[in-house]
Each structure stands twice: as C-alpha cells, then as structure tokens.
C-alpha cells in the first residue's frame, strides 16, 4: 500500500487510524485531583521575638522565659538600647531562649550613605560596636539598613559610599564569625530585588547576605519574587505584614500597624519561595515586650506573645 499524502491522512475519520484503537476516551479517564504533591515547605523553620531587651539581668530573665513559654524559640535583640551584653546573655542562658541577632534599629539606619564624612565615620563605630555585642551574645548575625536616597545624596553615590563603609566593617564581622545582613527601610536604598542581588554579588563576602523583611518587601512589590531572586543570599527572614488597602487610607505606617495574617502577605506563596530558596533557619516578629517581665501567667504581656506566636504558627501550617 503506497505512503498516504497529507491530504488523503487528514481525511480519515479519528476512530479509523488502527494506532489510535485502544487509547481510552478523554471523558473516561480516571480524575487526578488531590493526587498531585503539597506545595513544599521549608525543612525547619525556628520562630524569634525581636525585642528591645531593656533592662538588667532578672527582668531580663523573666521576659525571655515568658517568651519561651509562649512558644518562640529565640530572640532577636534591638540594638541600641539600655541592656548590657552580659546581662542578656546570662538571662539568655538562664531562661534557654538564645539571642540569635542583633537587630540594628531605625535611629542608625543609613549610618553608610550620610553625606558628612564625620557622620559616617559615628556610624561605622556604631556598627563595629553592634558586631561587637552580637559577638558578646553568641547572635550569628547582625542586621541594618544600610543607606538611603536624599535631595543630597544620588543613588550612585549611597551605592558607592555604602561598598566603601561595609567594605571596612566585613572583615571585622569575619574576625568575630559573624554575618552581617542588609534589609530594606526608609529611603529607598536597594529597593528592588535585583538592586539588592547585584550589591551583594559585587561585595561578594561570605560575611554579607540579605535579611529579607516580608512586609518591607511587600510594600515594594512581593516577598516571593524577592526570595526567588535573592535564593541564598538570604540570612534571615523578618516575619512582617503590610496592608496595601490601609496604606492608601492612612500613609505607609499605617500599612504595618495591623496582625500578622490581615494585610497582603501570600504566606503560602512565601513559604513555598523559601522552601524552592533552601531556606531554613529563623522567622523574627516583633514582639512588644514591655509588660514580660510582670509575673503572673495571665499578664498583658505574656497573653500578647502566645497570641503573636500561636498565630504565626497556624499561618505557617497554610
């Protein structure tokens, strides 16, 4: 039998082709709902409080041991404040919550990009003595914003002043064993997440990463796409919401000042980003712990932490 033309084959009726007899109907064929995977998730996640850790050993003590019972498994302590290194760290020991950073707070942020010389040159001590406490607390990183855009200061010029300063702090983060992780802010410094990768792979230090702010990131565009950019850059993650909507009634600040789980943030999206990222390792929310040290397990302050902590841990099973 002569080869069929083009023609003559796409004339045959479907059920006339032998090759195609015993191939079960479309509308036959089994279902294949709920046979597919859960969307992965990352192997270990540990879940941190940023505090302020003002005060002396004792109260100290009482707070981290109420943030235990609660249900976190760290801390991450905001930098400067009151507290002696010494003290968090015997209160660290004592109530076995570790301090697992040291968190540089928004007073010294862009400390790298100022455009006064002398104004630099503070910021830099400050942050060598933040390196400093971070290795006095046994912490495995510390973080900042590094610089911001002015009327006075261009993009390229924070770009350039910030790679001279860390360029001067990374070695002593190294001596200490410690890492130092950037994170967005105020200013509009590295505000994308391709910025931020190129930055980190021309200082190209393995004392240096990305602490990855979730709400921050969400107010710029979505955490997601920053994690499948940023991969293994990142060091940490700060665990933050932002609703878009009450940034729009309100101003930005408004923005943050909601719960974790009621703004925009896709945490299934997320973690599945981290997960893809290989990403295991702390979440920090921020945890007002003014009123931790009263006793009493019905106190303000403790109920505060465990509703935090029990809501980040359901948003985390999603």
Same mark, same amino acid.
């Given at each position: 039998?002569?080869?069929?033309?083009?023609?003559?084959?796409?004339?045959?009726?479907?059920?006339?082709?032998?090759?195609?007899?015993?191939?079960?109907?479309?509308?036959?064929?089994?279902?294949?709902?709920g046979q597919f995977p859960p969307p992965p998730r990352p192997r270990?996640?540990?879940l941190a409080a940023r505090i302020s850790c003002e005060g002396r050993e004792g109260p100290l003590t009482? %707070?981290? *041991?109420? $943030? #235990? =019972? +609660?249900?976190?498994?760290?801390?991450?302590?905001?930098?400067?404040?009151?507290? %002696?290194? *010494?003290? $968090? #760290? =015997? +209160?660290?020991?004592?109530?076995?919550?570790p301090v697992h950073a040291v968190h540089v707070g928004l007073g010294f942020d862009a400390a790298l990009s100022k455009d006064d010389s002398n104004l630099r040159q503070q910021g830099q001590e400050r942050l060598t003595r933040a390196l400093e406490l971070g290795a006095e607390l046994g912490a495995g990183s510390?973080?900042?914003?590094?610089?911001?855009?002015t009327p006075e200061v261009s993009d390229a010029r924070a770009w350039n002043l910030v790679k001279i300063g860390l360029g001067a702090l990374l070695p002593r983060a190294s001596e200490l064993g410690l890492r130092l992780g950037l994170r967005l802010g105020p200013g509009d410094f590295?505000?994308?997440?391709?910025?931020?990768?190129?930055?980190?792979?021309?200082?190209?230090s393995p004392a240096l990463g990305w602490q990855l702010d979730t709400g921050w990131s969400l107010l710029r565009s979505y955490p997601q796409h920053w994690i499948h950019i940023l991969g293994q850059r990142i060091l940490k993650v700060d665990l933050s919401d932002f609703s878009r909507g009450a940034a729009a009634a309100g101003g930005t600040e408004a923005g943050f000042k909601i719960q974790l789980g009621e703004?925009?943030?896709?945490?299934?999206?997320?973690?599945?980003?981290?997960?893809?990222?290989?990403?295991?390792?702390?979440?920090?929310l921020a945890v007002d712990d003014a009123a931790l040290e009263e006793s009493g397990p019905n106190r303000k302050g403790a109920r505060t932490a465990l509703q935090i902590a029990q809501r980040a841990r359901a948003l985390l099973e999603m």
């Amino acid at each position: 039998m002569p080869p069929l033309t083009r023609r003559q084959f796409s004339q045959l009726p479907l059920f006339a082709a032998p090759w195609l007899a015993g191939l079960t109907p479309i509308s036959a064929q089994p279902k294949l709902r709920g046979q597919f995977p859960p969307p992965p998730r990352p192997r270990e996640l540990k879940l941190a409080a940023r505090i302020s850790c003002e005060g002396r050993e004792g109260p100290l003590t009482r %707070r981290l *041991a109420g $943030l #235990r =019972a +609660a249900g976190f498994d760290g801390v991450e302590a905001v930098w400067p404040g009151t507290f %002696r290194g *010494a003290d $968090l #760290r =015997a +209160a660290a020991r004592a109530a076995e919550c570790p301090v697992h950073a040291v968190h540089v707070g928004l007073g010294f942020d862009a400390a790298l990009s100022k455009d006064d010389s002398n104004l630099r040159q503070q910021g830099q001590e400050r942050l060598t003595r933040a390196l400093e406490l971070g290795a006095e607390l046994g912490a495995g990183s510390v973080s900042v914003v590094p610089g911001a855009i002015t009327p006075e200061v261009s993009d390229a010029r924070a770009w350039n002043l910030v790679k001279i300063g860390l360029g001067a702090l990374l070695p002593r983060a190294s001596e200490l064993g410690l890492r130092l992780g950037l994170r967005l802010g105020p200013g509009d410094f590295l505000a994308s997440p391709l910025e931020a990768a190129r930055f980190l792979d021309e200082l190209d230090s393995p004392a240096l990463g990305w602490q990855l702010d979730t709400g921050w990131s969400l107010l710029r565009s979505y955490p997601q796409h920053w994690i499948h950019i940023l991969g293994q850059r990142i060091l940490k993650v700060d665990l933050s919401d932002f609703s878009r909507g009450a940034a729009a009634a309100g101003g930005t600040e408004a923005g943050f000042k909601i719960q974790l789980g009621e703004g925009d943030l896709d945490f299934p999206a997320t973690l599945e980003a981290l997960a893809h990222a290989l990403y295991s390792g702390w979440l920090s929310l921020a945890v007002d712990d003014a009123a931790l040290e009263e006793s009493g397990p019905n106190r303000k302050g403790a109920r505060t932490a465990l509703q935090i902590a029990q809501r980040a841990r359901a948003l985390l099973e999603m």
